[in-house]
């Protein structure tokens, strides 16, 4: 009895055992944005998902900052592999840039606290972080990449993502309201594809 572990005792006690602190708490990180929400994303709700001590992320982020910008940069890289792969399909021109849109909408209906978070007030300081900035640069020159336009491809970043914020801050209801937002891809085709329909294909 005696050499028995204090009920309730803290998980602070214990040694460290997953062998990789930083995607732990990383990882912790993505279920709390899936399962909750960005204003729930906190250093210690992190520390506590991952089981670790509330000191144990400033091993790796110095601040709440620094674990949001992380987030961020992933959240633009898995975007831009989206768009990537949507803008390889074969098609005319109109084609393109409604495959591109549905994906860009489809990334919004599947991670939208992440889009919240990309996008939003959380980051007040980007011009501290150029590989920040770099990761959303990313993103409009691979529509323009893909469209053999830059202006074309800016253009169409502005259209699906105004359409899309409009959406996720409940001002625009294009079906989203009653079905869920796995109506927004094919309802953003549609829009895209009425918006650029008399550009040459």
Same mark, same amino acid.
Request: proline share 5%; no cysteine; charged share 25%.
């Given at each position: 009895m005696d050499n028995q572990e204090p009920i309730g005792a803290s998980l602070r006690s214990r040694p460290y055992h997953h062998g990789d602190l930083r995607n732990a708490l990383l990882d912790a990180a993505r279920q709390i944005l899936?399962?909750?929400s960005?204003?729930?994303?906190? $250093?210690? %709700?992190? %520390?506590?998902?991952?089981?670790?001590? #509330?000191? %144990?992320?400033?091993? #790796?982020f110095p601040n709440h900052e620094a674990?949001?910008?992380e987030m961020a940069r992933e959240g633009f890289t898995e975007l831009r592999k989206d768009i990537l792969e949507a803008a390889a399909i &074969?098609? %005319?021109?109109?084609? /393109? !840039?409604?495959k591109i849109g549905a994906a860009y909408m489809r990334f919004i209906a599947r991670r939208p606290e992440m889009a919240s978070l990309m996008f939003g007030p959380q980051l007040? *300081?980007?011009?501290?972080? &150029?590989?920040?900035?770099?990761a959303a640069d990313a993103i409009g020159n691979e529509i323009g990449n893909a469209l053999h336009d830059s202006a074309l491809g800016l253009a169409v970043w502005a259209a699906v993502h105004g359409l899309a914020m409009l959406i $996720? /801050? *409940?001002?625009v209801d294009l079906g989203q309201r009653k079905s869920g937002l796995d109506v $927004? &891809? =094919?309802?953003?085709? !549609?829009?895209?594809? =009425?918006l650029f329909s008399t550009k040459r294909d």
């Amino acid at each position: 009895m005696d050499n028995q572990e204090p009920i309730g005792a803290s998980l602070r006690s214990r040694p460290y055992h997953h062998g990789d602190l930083r995607n732990a708490l990383l990882d912790a990180a993505r279920q709390i944005l899936e399962e909750k929400s960005l204003a729930e994303l906190s $250093l210690r %709700a992190v %520390a506590r998902r991952a089981g670790v001590s #509330h000191a %144990a992320p400033y091993r #790796h982020f110095p601040n709440h900052e620094a674990l949001l910008v992380e987030m961020a940069r992933e959240g633009f890289t898995e975007l831009r592999k989206d768009i990537l792969e949507a803008a390889a399909i &074969p098609g %005319a021109e109109s084609d /393109r !840039i409604a495959k591109i849109g549905a994906a860009y909408m489809r990334f919004i209906a599947r991670r939208p606290e992440m889009a919240s978070l990309m996008f939003g007030p959380q980051l007040p *300081n980007r011009d501290s972080f &150029p590989d920040l900035g770099e990761a959303a640069d990313a993103i409009g020159n691979e529509i323009g990449n893909a469209l053999h336009d830059s202006a074309l491809g800016l253009a169409v970043w502005a259209a699906v993502h105004g359409l899309a914020m409009l959406i $996720l /801050r *409940n001002v625009v209801d294009l079906g989203q309201r009653k079905s869920g937002l796995d109506v $927004l &891809p =094919s309802r953003a085709e !549609i829009v895209l594809r =009425s918006l650029f329909s008399t550009k040459r294909d």
